[in-house]
């Protein structure tokens, strides 16, 4: 087992996990002109958080580690924060386009380490994993643009 490697699967857990509860809220929460949009794509982003929490965690598993598995472990190592509660929509859209960021720079580490360990199966999850967010930064960034 690689405790380094597994070490940072569950600081992506414990984002994933700060995320998913983040996006719930912004989608109870999101009001305004651009309601429905945001409040449809946000669904869509905490769907694809929960598979994404589910795919780690078995990682974890898969390679001889121990998911992290509660609320207080998450908070205690995430690098994303929780929601605030006063986001307006476009700061909600900026304050994700940035957690998806940290995912994605953190994610380029993990792809290092994974590929250093020869663990090519860890390496594809985050590749796949970073295209997504790469691609919901780009249109998270693109609807602030007309502000």
């Given at each position: 087992?690689?405790?380094?490697?597994?070490?940072a699967l569950?600081k992506?857990l414990?984002?994933?996990n700060?995320l998913y509860?983040?996006?719930?809220h912004y989608?109870w929460?999101v009001d305004?002109a651009?309601?429905?949009?945001?409040?449809?794509?946000?669904?869509?982003?905490?769907?694809?958080?929960a598979g994404?929490?589910?795919?780690?965690?078995?990682?974890?598993?898969t390679i001889?580690?121990?998911?992290?598995?509660?609320?207080k472990?998450?908070l205690?190592?995430?690098?994303?924060?929780?929601?605030?509660?006063?986001e307006s929509d476009?700061?909600m859209?900026t304050?994700?386009?940035?957690?998806?960021?940290?995912?994605v720079n953190e994610?380029?580490e993990?792809?290092?380490?994974?590929?250093?360990?020869?663990?090519q199966?860890?390496?594809?999850l985050?590749i796949g994993?970073?295209?997504?967010l790469?691609?919901?930064?780009w249109?998270?960034d693109?609807?602030n643009?007309?502000?």
């Amino acid at each position: 087992m690689n405790q380094q490697l597994v070490d940072a699967l569950n600081k992506q857990l414990a984002n994933w996990n700060i995320l998913y509860t983040k996006l719930h809220h912004y989608h109870w929460y999101v009001d305004g002109a651009h309601f429905f949009t945001l409040h449809e794509k946000f669904e869509e982003y905490y769907d694809e958080a929960a598979g994404y929490i589910d795919e780690i965690a078995e990682r974890v598993l898969t390679i001889k580690g121990k998911p992290l598995s509660s609320l207080k472990a998450y908070l205690e190592v995430a690098t994303i924060n929780e929601a605030e509660g006063k986001e307006s929509d476009h700061e909600m859209v900026t304050q994700l386009a940035k957690d998806f960021q940290q995912i994605v720079n953190e994610s380029n580490e993990i792809i290092e380490a994974a590929e250093e360990a020869q663990d090519q199966p860890t390496s594809d999850l985050f590749i796949g994993i970073k295209a997504s967010l790469e691609k919901h930064i780009w249109m998270l960034d693109a609807f602030n643009a007309k502000q």
